[in-house]
């Protein structure tokens, strides 16, 4: 009993740790995505601002030529791409957010299947000695159960004796009444 269960809680710990390593890394990976996407978010909204206020002083300006729309066109085009890159990226930091969020909690489970592992390995061995302690009794009773069968042969061996001994006693004063 004690040495499949310690085998299968060994077997746990040992995915848990392969998970737990698993997790640290993909952690690791997922700070290290959020700080560069940070970074190029930080640079997107610079973009963005940059080409808001030329849109603007484009717009300031009072002669609208052809040019001018052209450019304006292609920097409202860009802004809303560079506004499309930046929320796909929020939402891409968001997931990773909750990624990092369930490694925490599976870090959690992992000590808390360690811990009941170790109070299970230790019960294992408290139920071992008791085993051992059991077992040791067990062989100590059918010893002394052996010891009083043979005290008991002995004294059925001698009883007999004592019988057959009385019966030729008892045949014998039969026939001295008999023969009186």
Known sequence: ??????????????????NNAKLTATLLEST???KQWKQQLAA?????????????ELECQNTQTPVIKSQKTELNQTIEELESTLKD?????????????????????????????LETELHGRVLEEQL?????????????QENFRK?????????????????ELRDSLAKLIEGS
Request: glycine share 4%.
């Open 89 to 117: 990226k929020e939402e891409e930091m968001e997931r990773l957010k909750e990624e990092v969020e369930n490694a925490n909690e599976l870090l959690e489970q992992r000590h808390s299947l360690t811990q009941k592992l």
């Open 151 to 167: 005290s008991l042969r002995t004294l059925l061996e001698m009883l007999d004796g004592k019988i057959f001994e009385l019966t």
């Open 44 to 56: 997107y909204q610079e973009e963005a601002e940059r080409l808001h206020k030329r849109v603007t």
């Open 1 to 18: 009993m004690g040495p499949s269960i310690n085998k299968h809680w060994e077997a746990e710990l040992s995915a848990l740790k392969g």
């Open 132 to 144: 051992l302690g059991a077992e040791q009794r067990l062989e100590e009773s059918q010893e002394e």
């Open 32 to 34: 290290a995505n959020v």
